[in-house]
């Protein structure tokens, strides 16, 4: 009610005192309850008191630091190791959030709770909305390291918990299912089935991350609730394809583990012979983690225990299903396939250095006399090196003629490039191997910071593997720049089609989608983007788990070993057309480059004798008894003017090794086979390098009968 003033105009109506008092008295409790409520840490125990109330919670050492507490509303969220819990004034835990590393800061200033978790070498920034149901919401994606600290931070909790203070702990905690199996567990030995059944239901209703969901479903099958198993695998697909895991990246062996190590809980399933239950493990490793590293020994094991239970069909289906994964390694040799092709390097390399030491002892034999009538002016053998610039114009090769010098240069040349790949085979392995690119997926903190560590080389495979990190982190502007530094490449293309109908133009994105399957014809995810529903593992989980979204394509091995090591051939050229910068290169110096240091030097030696004049004619070294028995022992290595004794003495070479390989000292696991295979190469070797000597011989025979006919020829003259 307003009043008129002496002039006219209207004035508020003074407040009576009572109702003065009475409004004080209110602003004044409000003041003094909200100074009551305080949160704090005391040691590891957080503390709120409000009043004449409060509540304590208290956490183990090993659960990681605290950070906080801070309060928002009503709210009081404390982060514990990765994990950040809020709480209601009355004690209640009202979500939580699961996050990729210890958090190091917490801060509700602006109308929300930001977090950083940091770790070597990366800090991220997470933003968390408000509770919901008995989540925490995380705005930004979490991509969960390889790191079972942070994955099993749950586990360890409810392990940690004193059977005294487990039903306290389930009240405390009641969004921990770990701690409710463990009454469950504890229920169904008193034989309480009922209480039993109860906890696994509050378990299972609880919100978890996919390592979580795995850990789960194995302690589920352990304790006896297969149901409750399958119920926890099915959810912990469902979240690992919302977080952005999929079937076609590779998933390294800690990474497995961190994640449930479902692997590890296949195997104990088959020592104890449960096949129902290891069926479904199986089953849920192939739809989600199928390129597991030792996924092949696996795979394998299992075929053999389902062919010794009479089920042969399903074998050789789990058998053709692994070498269905081969195909986009190098040369479709499979997850090993830089072993592999390590092995073949090796084994090339040997037969070359083998070769080349054969024919070099050969022709040094035939030369050693000449070279000795020319050198004892010189001061003979030894003293004669006071005169480098002769002694090497009077080397034994100087006595060699073009063509078997041409040899040895060639073989030389071999061997360097053999090297040269034994290198490349080392350092791609080694790349391939690397945290950030087996992780099932790309992008994050952890896996951006390892990725720089990496050092991948630039070119199209790069930019694939870092587009597909930002776009997969929702940094769909960054991805498109990256993907068109890929230029025309297939699956760069799809993906900025998928870019583009998140944009809203599906013209422009079918218009990707094609320009990627002419280019690509077999490219499942252009494919199934353009709805041609190909039949193949990757569109079939995209339709399972991600129904209605396109299909991103993922870079297949072969472009990870580009993006890693480079090309293969590119690299084997530059060791002939640049040995020095490659050896320059990024890698580490290793005992490797040594060996190839010192042949880049043969090399280089045995072409500069290329240009050397012979130092004697043929009549004059004629064939010693030295030469002549080096020439019988090493097939072709006194053959060397003809160019089939080159071939020769290669093919001898390469099959003593294989035999030593076999049967010696050296050993080529991942190129030679062992068992029943390997005995009938050794009889196909041994009958080869019979052959090599049998035509040796012949060859020696008929070289010697030509020159006495032309001794007996010279006489008659």
Not at 14 to 21: C, E, F, N
């Amino acid at each position: 009610m307003r009043r008129p003033s002496r002039n006219g105009a209207a004035r508020p109506t003074a407040l009576r005192p009572s109702v003065m008092r009475l409004a004080l008295a209110f602003g004044v409790l409000g003041l003094t309850s909200l100074a009551g409520a305080d949160a704090r840490l005391d040691g590891r125990t957080l503390r709120y008191e409000a009043g004449e109330g409060g509540w304590a919670r208290t956490f183990a050492a090993n659960l990681g630091p605290l950070t906080g507490p801070v309060s928002l509303g009503e709210q009081t969220y404390l982060g514990v190791g990765p994990v950040v819990y809020a709480f209601s004034p009355a004690g209640e835990v009202l979500g939580r959030a699961d996050l990729p590393g210890a958090v190091t800061s917490l801060d509700s200033g602006g109308g929300s709770v930001r977090v950083g978790v940091s770790g070597p070498g990366y800090v991220e920034r997470f933003t968390l909305d408000a509770p919901s149901g008995d989540t925490l919401p995380v705005r930004e994606r979490v991509v969960f390291p390889p790191d079972p600290e942070v994955t099993g931070w749950l586990a360890r909790f409810a392990d940690g918990v004193d059977p005294g203070a487990l039903t306290q702990a389930g009240r405390d905690f009641p969004l921990n299912p770990f701690i409710a199996l463990r009454g469950a567990e504890r229920a169904g030995r008193a034989g309480n089935d009922y209480e039993a059944l109860s906890s696994v239901r509050r378990a299972l209703g609880a919100t978890l991350a996919f390592p979580a969901w795995t850990q789960l479903a194995a302690r589920l099958d352990a304790a006896g609730f297969p149901a409750a198993a399958n119920l926890a695998l099915d959810r912990a697909r469902r979240d690992a394809a919302a977080r952005g895991l999929d079937p076609a990246l590779p998933v390294s062996r800690a990474a497995l583990f961190a994640y449930g190590n479902p692997s590890g809980y296949v195997g104990t399933l088959l020592d104890q012979n449960r096949l129902a239950r290891a069926e479904v493990w199986m089953n849920f490793l192939r739809e989600l983690y199928p390129r597991f590293e030792g996924g092949d020994a696996l795979y394998r094991r299992y075929a053999e225990v389902l062919e010794a239970q009479g089920r042969a069909g399903e074998a050789e289906e789990w058998r053709q299903f692994a070498r269905t994964l081969r195909a986009g390694s190098l040369y479709n040799l499979g997850p090993d396939d830089t072993r592999t092709l390590r092995d073949a390097a090796r084994l090339t390399a040997l037969a070359l250095a083998l070769a080349l030491l054969a024919a070099f002892l050969t022709l040094t034999a035939r030369a050693w006399k000449a070279q000795g009538e020319d050198l004892r002016p010189l001061g003979g053998r030894w003293r004669s090196w006071r005169r480098p610039p002769e002694r090497l114009r009077l080397s034994a090769l100087s006595y060699a003629s073009f063509a078997e010098r041409l040899v040895l240069a060639l073989l030389a040349g071999g061997l360097l490039t053999a090297l040269g790949g034994w290198q490349w085979a080392n350092e791609t392995g080694r790349g391939l191997q690397a945290p950030a690119l087996n992780l099932g997926t790309y992008g994050g903190g952890w896996s951006a910071a390892r990725l720089g560590e990496l050092g991948l080389r630039p070119g199209p495979a790069t930019s694939l593997i870092t587009g597909l990190a930002a776009q997969l982190d929702g940094r769909s502007s960054d991805a498109r720049v990256l993907y068109q530094r890929a230029g025309q490449d297939a699956c760069a293309l799809n993906n900025l089609g998928i870019i583009a109908q998140d944009a809203g133009d599906p013209a422009q994105a079918r218009s990707f989608y094609r320009r990627a399957l002419t280019l690509q014809p077999d490219l499942t995810a252009a494919a199934y983007n353009l709805g041609l529903n190909p039949g193949t593992a990757g569109p079939t989980f995209q339709k399972t788990y991600r129904a209605g979204q396109p299909r991103l394509c993922y870079p297949d091995r072969r472009a990870l070993a580009r993006a890693v090591g480079g090309d293969l051939g590119s690299v084997l050229r530059r060791t002939l057309t640049d040995p020095l910068g490659f050896l320059a290169d990024r890698r580490p110096a290793t005992r490797l480059d040594a060996v190839i240091l010192a042949g880049l030097v043969g090399f280089a030696l045995l072409v500069l004798t290329l240009l050397v004049p012979r130092a004697a004619s043929s009549e004059r070294l004629g064939r010693p008894a030295g030469f002549r028995l080096l020439a019988l022992l090493l097939p072709g290595s006194g053959l060397l003017g003809n160019a089939w004794g080159g071939v020769l003495l290669l093919v001898w070479a390469g099959a003593a090794c294989t035999l030593l390989g076999l049967s010696g000292p050296l050993r080529f696991p991942f190129l030679l086979p062992v068992g029943d295979e390997a005995a009938a190469l050794r009889g196909g070797l041994w009958a080869l390098l019979l052959g090599t000597y049998a035509l040796n011989v012949l060859a020696l025979l008929l070289i010697e009968a030509a020159r006495a006919r032309r001794r007996r020829a010279e006489h008659a003259e």
